[in-house]
């Protein structure tokens, strides 16, 4: 059997590439399956091609619907899949609902699963992310970190310490393979951006899916944009609460489709400053050195916090810290964690092929 990658949402994509890319010259039998938990052009094709991902062998078409009702259609598309491919290793990235349904099946069909992304934890288990990562790391033969701390949770839960691997940070393998395409000034004359702005993204459950909530953030986000000009690429989650809160009705608030993956870190790359509640934008903006303000009470990615640009802000909080950024007009960014060097792909890829290499065929 083949390496098979099952990917689903848009943050996969970007992690999959270096380790598909890392197989591919190890000359790896390899297969993607695409589950379609994202499936618009902008959630998704885009990504393959700017990403040079291989066309997916076969997409499940699994689509949005409740948590039980898409982890449901996952499990059963999967496990069709895996019986008729029977996958040496199914390989699954970060903490989507395609990441643990797809570490279910194989696990139980005795198929192991490597877990690009392991060890991130919250702590806050009303997260359905802090849920997927903590029981696809139980079911996982290869852990793969991207920092020390979460080794440090995998052993903590019982995970032998001969299946971790602490491999640094694949969404920065491919954010430094493309640096030299991330052309703000492009970006800015394409979509008619100020030369100076923040750059803002919501799609949090917990932000965005509450009207009322929506509704608080936005005003936050008014008085970010009275200090400079907000740009916004809408995620399609957030789209109708914080529009119907009146998001663009702020001369200041610039709102966009979502923007594909070269053109989207362009425009984080030039902004003044990040506010955020996604996980991979602390990440990249610690290594671009763009100030991150991220609207939660928790991260599973301390350590941007610690050897990046990143703090967490609570709405309240939101308007003086951008105030306070906006004004200093730097960040400390001389630290980056460990690691994160862009060869984070080659590291799993050759740990993988050790690890298939020692199989019994
Ligand atoms: C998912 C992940 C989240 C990740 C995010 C990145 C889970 C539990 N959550 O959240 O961790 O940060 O992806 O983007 O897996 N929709 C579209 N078009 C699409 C995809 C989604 O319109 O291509 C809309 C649908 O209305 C859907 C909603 O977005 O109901 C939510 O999509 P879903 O995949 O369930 O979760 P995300 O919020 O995207």
Redesign the pocket.
Known sequence: GSIVHVLG???NFVKAAPVIGALRAANAEQAVVHTG????ER??EIFFHELGLPEPDVNLGVG??S?AA?TAALLTGLEGEFTSRSPALVIVYG????TIAAALVAAKLHIPVAHVEAGLRSFDMTM??EV?RRLTDQLSDLCFATSPEAVGHLAREGVPVERVHLVGNPMIDTLLANLDKFDTARVRAEHGLPERYVLATM?R?ANVDAPETAAALVRHLHGVADLADLVIPV???GRANLLAAGLDDHPGVHVLEPLGYIDFVAAVRGAAAVVTD??GLQEETTILGVPCLTVRPNTERPITITHGTNRLVGFEELVPAARKVLEAGHVDASRKPPLWDGQAGPRIADVIMEYLGDQPA
Do not use: K, L, T
């Open positions: 949402a848009r943050p938990q994202h499936y618009d959630m998704s949005s619907g948590h898409q903490d989507v609902n395609s359905p992310e997927n799609h459950p995620h399609p989650r996604s996980g």
